[in-house]
């Protein structure tokens, strides 16, 4: 019964900001690791941060400085804080959390930076 639903996309200009969130059900959300990813038209799907149940944080070098993941356990949503967005952090991006050797997908929000 676990599900990971993505919010928050939409169009912003270069150089602003943008707040993603994953809201997930079930009750493995305090024990995963939660990470965002991205894919680009024509591009595979990358990695931009990931966040252990104890918030250990890791990131993609273009995320770094400019992204920041956080979780809310009492709540089971993971964020994504976008800053200083770039026309090529336009994609779609994806949640997902990692239990048990298993790998769970949202389905997806849209982010699309002009410029």
């Known amino acids: 019964q676990v599900q990971l639903v993505e919010s928050g996309g939409g169009l912003v200009q270069a150089g602003g900001s943008l707040r993603l969130s994953c809201a997930t059900s079930g009750s493995i959300f305090s024990s995963s690791t939660m990470g965002w990813y991205r894919q680009a038209p024509g591009k595979q799907r990358e990695f931009v941060a990931t966040?252990?149940?104890?918030?250990?944080?890791n990131y993609a070098e273009s995320a770094k400085g400019r992204f920041t993941i956080s979780r809310d356990n009492a709540k089971n949503t993971v964020y994504l804080q976008m800053s200083s967005l770039k026309p090529d952090d336009t994609a779609v991006y994806y949640c997902?959390?990692?239990?048990?050797?298993?790998?769970?997908w949202g389905r997806g929000t849209q982010v699309t930076v002009s410029s």
């Open positions: 997902n959390a990692v239990r048990g050797g298993i790998i769970y």
């Open positions: 966040i252990t149940s104890r918030s250990s944080t």
